[in-house]
T-cell receptor, first 116, second 115 residues
Framework: KAGVTQTPRYLIKTRGQQVTLSCSPI?????VSWYQQTPGQGLQFLFE???????NKGNFPGRFSGRQFSNSRSEMNVSTLELGDSALYLC???????????????FGAGSRLTVL | AQTVTQSQPEMSVQEAETVTLSCTYD???????LFWYKQPPSRQMILVIR??????QNATENRFSVNFQKAAKSFSLKISDSQLGDTAMYFC????????????FGKGTKLSVKP
C-alpha cells in the first residue's frame, strides 16, 4: 500500500509569490491534515479536510488555504509568501472510520519550502 | 487550551541501553489520546506508540513502552535495548477524545544513540 505522497519535496520561492503543495493520502483514507514544522514554533496544525470539507482550522492567517478533491487528494496554498513561511509542510492522512481521537495519522515526507 | 511539554531538548544513550523521554501535558478533558511519534533524519514522521487515557494499562510496542500517569498528566516513553536506528526526533502529541481534528505536539526531544 503506497504511503502519503507529497509533492514537491523541495521548493524555493521569493517573497510575495504564492505556492501550492500537493498531498495524496493513503488509498481509502478520507481525512487529510496539514501541519507546519519550523525550528522555532515546532509542529503547528494548519487545517484538516474530510470529504472535501474543511472540518478544523488552526491559527494561521488567511494567506494559508487548502482544499480537498473528490479523490481525497488535497492541496494547500500560501499566497503572498513571507520569509517566516519557510518551513517543512507535512501532510497526514487517516481513515476516520471511527469518530474519535483514536485515529492514527500517517504522515508524508513533507515539502520543504524556502522563501528568499 | 491544551499544551504538551517535552522538557528534554536533547538526549543521548549508548547502544543497547535504556532511555526514557519525558512528556507532560495540560488538559481539563477526561477523554483523550496520547501519542509518541518518531521523526528520523529522513523526516518522515512515524507513529511509535499510542495510549488511550481511559486505559490504565500502559501501552507497549516491542522495545517501546510508556509510563502513563493520568493524575500527574505525565506520559513518558521508555526505549529498551536502544539501537542506532532509534536516533531521531521524538514528539509527544495529544488529542481530545471526541475530536476529529488536530494533534497538539510538544517541541520534541532529539535522541542520539551512540555506538
Amino acid at each position: 500500500k503506497a504511503g502519503v505522497t507529497q509533492t514537491p519535496r523541495y521548493l524555493i520561492k521569493t517573497r510575495g509569490q504564492q505556492v501550492t503543495l500537493s498531498c495524496s493520502p493513503i488509498s481509502g483514507h478520507r481525512s487529510v491534515s496539514w501541519y507546519q514544522q519550523t525550528p522555532g514554533q515546532g509542529l503547528q496544525f494548519l487545517f484538516e479536510y474530510f470529504s472535501e470539507t474543511q472540518r478544523n482550522k488552526g491559527n494561521f492567517p488567511g494567506r494559508f488555504s487548502g482544499r480537498q478533491f473528490s479523490n481525497s487528494r488535497s492541496e494547500m496554498n500560501v499566497s503572498t509568501l513571507e520569509l517566516g513561511d519557510s518551513a517543512l509542510y507535512l501532510c497526514a492522512s487517516s481513515q476516520l472510520w471511527e469518530a474519535s481521537g483514536a485515529n492514527v495519522l500517517t504522515f508524508g515526507a513533507g515539502s520543504r519550502l524556502t522563501v528568499l | 487550551a491544551q499544551t504538551v511539554t517535552q522538557s528534554q531538548p536533547e538526549m543521548s544513550v549508548q547502544e543497547a541501553e535504556t532511555v526514557t523521554l519525558s512528556c507532560t501535558y495540560d488538559t481539563s478533558e477526561n477523554n483523550y489520546y496520547l501519542f509518541w511519534y518518531k521523526q528520523p533524519p529522513s523526516r518522515q514522521m512515524i507513529l511509535v506508540i499510542r495510549q488511550e487515557a481511559y486505559k490504565q494499562q500502559n501501552a507497549t510496542e516491542n522495545r517501546f513502552s510508556v509510563n502513563f500517569q493520568k493524575a500527574a498528566k505525565s506520559f513518558s516513553l521508555k526505549i529498551s535495548d536502544s539501537q542506532l536506528g532509534d536516533t531521531a526526533m521524538y514528539f509527544c502529541a495529544f488529542r481530545e477524545g471526541g475530536s476529529q481534528g488536530n494533534l497538539i505536539f510538544g517541541k520534541g526531544t532529539k535522541l542520539s544513540v551512540k555506538p
